[in-house]
């Protein structure tokens, strides 16, 4: 057996992060969606009651994006940590946070300059950026302290007010050209994207997302909190701590199809959905190359609506991507709730069914 001597640590030789690699991670799989997404579960993480989203500049191509929320607000090093690709640090089982990099590889996809101005509870306010134009010209990542203007805390009060601790990010230079800057565009696609992601937690009342001075309204796909929901299940999956809801909206109006277009959407949000630490990650899951435990799509199946609920100690049963945006399930998860979620599925299709056929023809056509 071959004895290799441990070496130490002196003669590591610690390798270089080229430009070439910084530019070709920029082009990963993050949009503006996941990454104002995990710039949102990183203000959630840091106890924000409060996370905004601004747009600045001309209405059809916006020049800057500012996120900014009410949390702890950052140290020093905390903050230096934050640019760091997979910076570790301790987080609990109900945090969002996963790898440490969504932060920072969400903005590279999206902006080649990205500026973050905090305050902790000891009331100094710092600032740090990175900019792809430095790294490209030094050829290795690396970010830069800034000295923080009035500009800059002007910005920072006129969310936390004068005293209050927290964060604004401000990212510029969307020079990947990988996502369109009119303004209603972007607002529409993120009320929409945040109205879903974080319906759980709007509608608890603990976290208020505000779009271009417009506080978000959550869409709960189960609609598990309307007084008219049939809640069929409600219990942990056997030998886990998951939690699964099954749900039937026959008798929610805003579920009844009106029109042929309504129909087709009800068809498109029927199935499963994951809620990771309650924020959704991922939705509308029926049968598919990927996943075959419950039913294929269909209009009988069109009130059905099923969750899985958990906490980050179950990202390695779930398969949760990086970017938090896919989930992968074990085979025997997968298995556990496709036998929970289908006898009372087969149940609501049958009742959808019997009740269609033993309609008139007016009936069907009203």
């Known amino acids: 057996m071959l004895n290799v001597k441990k070496q130490s640590y002196k003669d590591f030789n610690v ?24 710039l949102g579960d990183n203000s959630d993480d840091a106890g924000a009651t409060k996370f905004w989203t601004d747009l ?48 920072t590889m969400g903005c590279l996809n999206i902006a080649s300059k990205k500026l973050t101005i905090t305050r902790d509870y000891m009331g100094k306010t710092i600032a740090r950026q990175y900019d792809l134009n430095d790294v490209k010209e030094k050829d290795c990542w690396g970010t830069s302290a800034v000295k923080v203007t009035k500009e800059m805390e002007d910005l920072l009060n006129s969310y936390v007010g004068e005293k209050g601790s927290g964060t604004v990010i401000v990212i510029s230079q969307f020079d990947r050209n990988n996502f369109g800057r009119r ?103 029926v049968n598919s190359d990927t996943w075959n435990k419950t039913w294929d799509r269909h209009v009988h199946y069109r009130y059905v609506r099923w969750g899985i609920y958990f906490d980050a100690d179950g990202d390695k049963d779930m398969g949760v991507t990086s970017d938090k ?34 309609q008139s023809k007016d009936d069907k056509k009203q």
């Open 15 to 38: 390798g270089k992060l080229g430009w070439k690699f910084i530019d070709s991670i920029s082009t990963g799989r993050y949009k503006l969606s996941s990454t104002s997404g995990d």
């Open 56 to 103: 600045v500049g001309p209405f059809d191509s916006i020049e800057k994006i500012i996120y900014a929320d009410n949390g702890s607000g950052m140290d020093y090093e905390t903050l230096e940590g934050s640019y760091t690709l997979g910076f570790e640090r301790s987080r609990t089982s109900k945090q969002l946070g996963k790898f440490g990099v969504g932060g």
């Open 183 to 285: 303004k209603d565009n972007i607002i529409r696609d993120l009320s929409n994207y945040y109205s879903s992601i974080y319906c759980e937690k709007i509608a608890s009342g603990n976290f208020k997302v505000i779009l271009d001075g417009k506080e978000v309204q959550p869409r709960d796909p189960l609609f598990w909190y309307h007084p008219d929901v049939v809640k069929v299940i409600d219990e942990k999956i056997p030998g886990t701590n998951y939690r699964i809801r099954l749900a039937n909206l026959k008798n929610i109006k805003e579920a009844k199809a009106k029109s042929s277009g309504e129909k087709r959407g009800l068809l498109a949000k029927q199935g499963g959905y994951f809620f990771r630490c309650d924020r959704l990650i991922k939705g509308k899951v």
């Open 325 to 358: 945006s896919d989930v992968n399930p074990t085979q025997s998860i997968g298995d556990k709730i496709g036998q929970i979620v289908m006898p009372e599925a087969r149940i609501i299709f049958r009742e959808t069914h019997q009740k269609q056929t033993i």
